[in-house]
C-alpha cells in the first residue's frame, strides 16, 4: 500500500496515485480535492477506470459545471434563491445555478488549489481555507478531506473542518460513475437505495420542504431494479430534471448496512455506498451531452450517489439543519466498496 506524487503541472496541480496492494488504484488531483481516476478489478481481474473525467489535470480547469470527482462545499446541492439567514442576519450568496446557488458558488471548493497535509498507506488528507465571506458565506471555515483505498477494495472518505464563525457547511463528492468503465450508458446498472421518502422540489429542482414517499413512482429504488427502468415515466420531477434523476433520497440508514448499491452485469462490478449522513443524492448524469473528457460522455452515460445533508435546509426548518457553529467540528465519512460477482 502507497501513496505517491506522480505528476506536478506548470500552474502547481499535483496528482497523486494511490495503491492499495489488490489492485485497487485512485488518481487524486489538488485542483478541486478531485478523484481523478478510480481503477477496480472486474471479475475476471481486469483493471476499469469506473470514474468519469479528464486525462490531463490541467483540463478541470475548463470544466463546464460538470464537478467531476470534485469535493462540494461549502454546501453541497442547491440553496433556493441563493440566501439565507443566520443568527437573524441575511447572506446573499452568488447565484451560480439561475436564481440559486449550487454546490459552493461561482468558485467553490471545486475551483481551489488544495493543499496536501499527510501522505500515509493508500491515502491521502488535502486541506482549504475558506475565508470569511467567500462566495458570501459568513466564517473563516478550514476544511480537510481525506481520501484512502482499504486493503478490502473500497474509497473511504473522511470530510472534517471547523470554522471561527457560526456558518453552513454541508460536504459532498460529485464522482460519476460507469461500473462497466465504457461510459455509453448507465442506465443498464441496477440500483438499490434504502429509502422511503425523496425531498419534493420545484421547477428549478430547490427542495421546497416536502416529503414524498417512493412507493408506487419511478423513485423507487427499495427493490432493485435498473437505472433506467421508469426513467422515461411521465412524472413532473424527471421532467424537471430534463429527463432523468436529479433527487434527494432520505435514507433509512442503521450504520451497518449500505444505505445503496451498484451493480454493472457487464463487469461484474457491485459497489456498495456507506455513510453517516441523513440523505443521498441520485443523479443521473442529465447534463452530459456529449461532453469530452476522457472520452465523449454521451447523456445518462454515468451517475452520482452524493451523500449529504438535508438541500436547502437553512431555508426550510423543518429538515435537519447544516449549521456549523463556531469552534464545532464537523466530521462525516462515507465509503464506496467494490466487491464483484
Known amino acids: ?62 470544466d463546464r459545471g460538470t464537478y467531476f470527482g470534485a469535493a ?54 488535502l486541506s482549504y481555507l475558506s475565508r470569511d465571506k467567500e462566495e458570501g458565506y459568513p466564517g473563516n471555515l478550514n476544511v480537510c478531506v481525506t481520501y484512502k483505498l482499504s486493503e478490502d477494495n473500497a474509497l473511504e472518505i473522511y470530510y472534517e473542518a471547523e470554522s471561527d464563525s457560526d456558518t453552513l457547511c454541508s460536504l459532498t463528492n460529485h464522482t460519476y460513475f460507469n461500473l462497466d468503465g465504457r461510459f455509453i450508458s448507465a442506465l443498464d446498472h441496477d440500483i438499490f437505495i434504502n429509502a422511503d421518502a425523496v425531498t419534493v422540489v420545484d421547477s428549478e429542482l430547490i427542495p421546497n ?42 435514507l433509512n440508514n442503521d450504520g451497518k448496512e449500505p444505505v445503496a448499491t451498484a451493480y454493472s452485469s457487464d463487469s461484474g462490478i457491485l459497489m456498495s455506498v456507506y ?11 442529465n447534463f452530459l451531452d456529449a461532453f469530452k473528457g476522457k472520452t465523449v460522455y454521451p447523456y445518462q452515460s454515468a451517475f452520482c450517489m452524493e451523500t449529504q445533508g438535508y438541500p436547502n435546509a437553512c431555508n426550510i426548518p423543518e429538515f435537519e439543519g447544516i449549521v456549523l457553529k463556531a469552534g464545532e467540528k464537523y466530521s462525516s465519512v462515507t465509503t464506496y466498496a467494490f466487491s464483484c460477482k
Open 72 to 125: 462540494v462545499g461549502r454546501v453541497a446541492n442547491r440553496i433556493g434563491g441563493a440566501e439565507f439567514s443566520l443568527n437573524g442576519e441575511s447572506y446573499k450568496l452568488f447565484n451560480n445555478d439561475g436564481n440559486n446557488h449550487l454546490h459552493g458558488g461561482k468558485e467553490g471548493f471545486d475551483k481551489k488549489l488544495w493543499t496536501v497535509l499527510d501522505c500515509g498507506d493508500a491515502s491521502i488528507k
Open 275 to 285: 455513510t453517516d449522513k441523513p440523505c443521498m443524492q441520485l443523479y443521473s448524469g
Open 209 to 250: 420542504g416536502q416529503i414524498m414517499r417512493v412507493q408506487n413512482t419511478p423513485f423507487d429504488f427499495t427493490t432493485v431494479k435498473p437505472l433506467g427502468k421508469d426513467i422515461a415515466a411521465d412524472d413532473v420531477l424527471l421532467k424537471n430534471a430534463r429527463g432523468g434523476y436529479d433527487i434527494n433520497y432520505v
Open 1 to 62: 500500500m502507497q501513496t505517491r506524487l506522480i505528476e506536478k503541472s506548470e500552474t502547481g496541480i499535483e496528482t497523486y496515485l494511490l495503491e492499495n496492494g489488490n489492485g485497487m488504484k485512485a488518481q487524486v488531483i489538488t485542483y478541486g480535492a478531485r478523484i481523478q481516476k478510480l481503477f477496480v478489478n472486474d471479475r475476471n481481474g481486469n483493471p476499469i477506470d469506473v470514474v468519469a473525467g479528464f486525462d490531463d489535470a490541467e483540463e478541470y480547469r475548463n
